[in-house]
């Protein structure tokens, strides 16, 4: 078993492109915020409320003086927005008082901030090893026998333990982008190129 999924992961990583990236954002503020108007929506629609946002208030100092009301009205494509301007808007405030975060711990002391959220801040913003367990992750790592929960947290701390931390990230990445195109919730299992080692292929085609 565990042979199978390092050479699941082995086929996976060379077959991948070599940089994946799914918020292609250089600021570290306008990266976190981006992040966090993406929970419980796509990409698309965060990135698009973040451009609304930035648009009127380009830095942490502004928004921790908008209004809330103001806040809510930009975000609103990105869903939520009565739970996400208040923590955007503490976020910021922090951010202009105290500078950015510089840690997992830091980050997630701060409202609105688990440790998806977090991961992604510090993988991408400060290039530390962690892992980013958001749904799709979660799917494809449980369908592949990398992890045995669908808890995220749990999840997360299972692929710490089994894999290295050089390719936490990669491999958040890799799996991500894999639960996107083919692993999705009802999976392209014909176009799969693990097919023939996928424990959950195995189990549907009986
Ligand atoms: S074979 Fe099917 S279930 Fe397994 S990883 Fe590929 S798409 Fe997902």
Redesign the pocket.
């Known amino acids: 078993m565990e042979n199978n999924v390092n050479t699941i992961w082995e086929i996976l990583d060379k077959n991948f492109p070599e940089n994946i990236s799914f918020i292609d954002e250089p600021d570290p503020w306008r990266f976190l915020i981006t992040v966090m108007l993406s929970a419980s929506t796509t990409d698309k629609q965060a990135v698009k409320a973040a451009a609304a946002l930035f648009e009127e208030y380009p830095d942490a100092a502004s928004v921790a003086s908008a209004s809330l009301q103001d806040i809510e009205r930009l975000i609103h494509p990105a869903g939520l927005s009565r739970t996400k301007a208040p923590r955007i808007k503490e976020v910021s405030r922090y951010i202009a008082e105290h500078g950015l975060p510089t840690c997992m711990e830091e980050l997630e002391a701060l409202p609105g901030i688990g440790e998806k959220t977090a991961s992604c801040y510090v993988s991408q913003v400060l290039s530390l090893p962690a892992v980013i367990a958001d749904t799709h992750f979660v799917r494809?790592a449980l369908?592949?026998g990398f992890t045995d929960t669908d808890d995220r947290n749990k999840a997360a701390r299972e692929i710490r333990e089994r894999f290295p931390e050089e390719v936490w990230y990669r491999m958040s990445m890799v799996l991500n982008l894999h639960g996107r195109t083919?692993?999705r919730p009802k999976?392209?299992?014909d176009k799969?190129l693990?097919?023939s080692l996928?424990p959950?292929?195995a189990f549907l085609n009986g």
């Open positions: 494809v369908r592949l083919t692993c999976p392209l299992c799969c693990v097919s996928c959950f292929s």
